[in-house]
């Protein structure tokens, strides 16, 4: 999925050097045509990298560069120890294998020589002990979603946030089924559960909508751009839904059995919640949080282990969910008894 990024930092490495690049040396590294090249070269520049082009006397073709106050350069000469310590390498190496979504990209390539540069400054007697504190960390990845052939949309994307161009989006809401047409600022991109999201902020309304990258149909990147929202903060925004979903937030109570209670109290489920403690060693669980379909979901998903409390429209959704479910599976033995079958083949 990361193809086009790779060739970017590729690119921005060729740039980079004294000589800067010719057109030619840059579509030979970046696998583009002509009529890409200087797609290709606005992208890089909506990331904030200044390049610039110049043509001597004398010289057939104009040489690419990137402004070189921009570029930062060690001077050959013995670079002080950062003295990290090992809370501080355990923290790097817990980002490093955390990163999940980068697994099996291009990208990952930079992020591994990232990675071998920090290395780099720590002293020769505490390298045993940074490669065994890398070891300690590795990824799961499940579930993950597909973007290959989304790249060019993401460079987009990447370019409008720092550039804070607003856009038109044709996005396809998942509820309808329908395509609608969205002017928003972007603002953030974040991961959650594998996936890919655009936080953006509605023009019309002000208000903040959290859009799949696989749902985004296209996206027109405007000349106009716009203000950060004042007093926003995106980290409180999301931690303050119960997963990917915002509506109206709302209070809940929910009863866990023994059995799984321990589990529960283990984790931070919402900012504001309390745990209240049964003498048969249940639990009620009582938070204030948003994303009503999630919670939904969530509580369903420990069966009889779990019992939502209220709120009571909520209830009698699981209840009616519950229902049905025990009828689709009443329908199968009903059938199964009828034909004669085991109902483990059908």
């Known amino acids: 999925m990361w193809g086009k990024l790779a060739k970017i930092f590729s690119v921005i490495d060729l ?52 402004e070189k106050n921009y570029i930062k350069k060690l001077p050959n000469m013995t670079v002080p120890n950062p003295g ?22 291009d990208i990952s390539r930079y992020a591994d020589s990232s990675y071998a540069k920090l290395k780099g400054f720590v002293l020769d007697n505490r390298k045993e002990t940074f490669e065994k504190v890398e070891s300690a960390f590795i990824s799961r990845v499940r579930f993950s979603k597909d973007y290959s ?10 370019g409008a946030i720092i550039s804070r161009k607003r856009c038109i989006i044709d996005y396809n809401s998942f ?27 509605i023009e019309d309304s002000g208000k903040i909508y959290t859009f799949a990258i696989e749902r985004i149909k296209k996206i027109k990147i405007n000349s106009e751009t716009f203000e950060y929202p004042t007093n926003f903060d995106a980290s409180k925004f999301l931690n303050q839904s119960f997963g990917i979903f915002m509506d109206e937030c709302f209070y809940c109570r929910i009863w866990f059995s023994a059995d799984v209670s321990r ?15 049964n ?7 009582e938070m204030q949080t948003c994303g009503w379909g999630d919670v939904k979901r969530w509580v ?15 209830k009698t959704e699981i209840i009616d969910e519950i229902s049905q479910t025990m009828n689709l599976y009443n329908n199968d033995l009903f059938s199964a008894s009828r034909t004669g079958n085991d109902i483990n083949s059908m």
């Open 15 to 66: 740039l980079s050097r004294p000589s800067g690049a010719t057109k030619k040396e840059i579509i030979e590294v970046s696998g583009t045509g002509d009529r890409q090249f200087y797609r290709l070269i606005e992208s890089i520049q909506n990331l904030g990298v200044p390049v610039y082009d110049y043509k001597t006397d004398g010289e057939r073709e104009k040489v690419w560069y990137i």
């Open 84 to 105: 990290f310590t090992l809370p501080e390498l355990f923290i790097l190496s817990f980002f490093k294998g955390s990163s999940s979504i980068f697994q099996n990209t």
């Open 149 to 158: 052939g989304w790249e060019d949309l993401l460079i987009d994307i990447l």
């Open 175 to 201: 509820k309808s089924g329908l395509v609608k047409i969205y002017h928003v600022n972007p603002l953030h991109l974040f991961e959650n559960d594998g996936g890919l999201y655009l936080m953006v902020q």
């Open 263 to 277: 589990y529960i109290k283990e984790r931070r489920w919402a900012d504001e919640q309390a745990i209240v403690e």
């Open 279 to 285: 003498n048969d060693g249940s639990i009620i669980l």
């Open 300 to 314: 369903l998903t420990f069966g009889k282990e779990s019992r939502l409390l209220s709120p009571e429209l909520m």
